[in-house]
């Protein structure tokens, strides 16, 4: 049997413009502080508080602080959530370690990608999901569907979260002064339990911005006095308050892909070159099993359009569904691109004909409005994080 709690109340979306933009637990903290405000999948979002670049910088040489509130959160728990969740994702979730988080990937029957995902083993027998916020009803409603027949209880808790997340080598010593909780002993994608400046949190040393730092799950109600007390802690250390811009050049300097950009139901994981992520070796079977061991096979025959770096030569920015052109042919598409802070020069990703896609490959160029630029291929990331 399954069961799951009623999803109605919590429903977001972004496409009805009737419906009003849902607001963070931190958002008049946002306004005080002057952000610019944006409605992104349904909520009412910072874009940037001041300059982005800065914003940017700050956290690769110092710490970020972001509102992360909007991600979607479903609790699966029960005596066959496990089994469950290798059956509705395309990852081993069984052998996921209690305290420890997994990268994965939801698919459609057909292979095509749902969203991609984090699920952190909070138990023995109790996982957390976390959705993309544009997502995280369509997750909800395919785990709930796919749950018919397991005994576990599928749970929307978006409501029941605030997510306030520190990024940047700065972030482990600001933490620290805030928590007894052993940060040392906690490895990338691990969450454990603990207090942060008095509030209960979940703390996960995960991200979205290429450096370390950690996400903290909390309570809304105790959303502000957290963002308060990190951002009184980090204020010696030149933290800086964060907007979705930032995050946004962040995760393509660090090649992480961006559903609706990178991701789609039009692309199977292979397609996107992270084929990595579906586990065909564990037990049972799992939703797109079959589509997705064709495509594997297709991969290795023929080789799909494979996602690359460009980095430009000349000033102007590329944006998605640009053609990326060589010979005067188009050869592939950008999925993003931005002026990269680090860099100092524009960069995207793109999908381009595997004939192309070697790093240093000549001939490539971006069509931007008629004129056809020239690009540097390069591999993925455009940027690393010593250790």
Known sequence: MSSTSNTSNTSSTSSNASVEPRRTALDALHRSLGATMTDFAGWD???RYGSERDEHLAVRTR???FDLSHMGEITVSGPQAAALLDFALVGNIGGVKPGRARYTM???ADGGILDDLIVYRLADTEYMIVANASNAQVVLDAVVERAEGFDAEVRDDRDAYALIAVQGPESPGILKSL???????LKYYAGLPGTVA???ALIARTGYTGEDGFELFVAPADAGKLWQ??????APAGLAPCGLSCRDTLRLEAGMPLYGHELSTSLTPFDAGLGRVVKFEKEGDFVGREALSAAAARAE?????VLVG???EGRRVPRAGYPVVADGKVVGEVTSGAPSPTLGRPIAMAYVDAEHAAPGTAGVGVDIRGSHEPYEVVALPFYKREK
């Open 198 to 200: 008095g509030v209960p």
């Open 229 to 234: 007390a990190l951002t009184d802690a980090g």
């Open 63 to 65: 710490a970020g602080l």
């Open 179 to 185: 928590t007894d909780a052993d940060l040392d002993g």
């Open 310 to 312: 460009l980095v430009a």
């Open 45 to 47: 979002m910072p874009l």
């Open 106 to 108: 939801i698919c459609r």
């Open 301 to 305: 025959s023929t080789p799909p359009r």
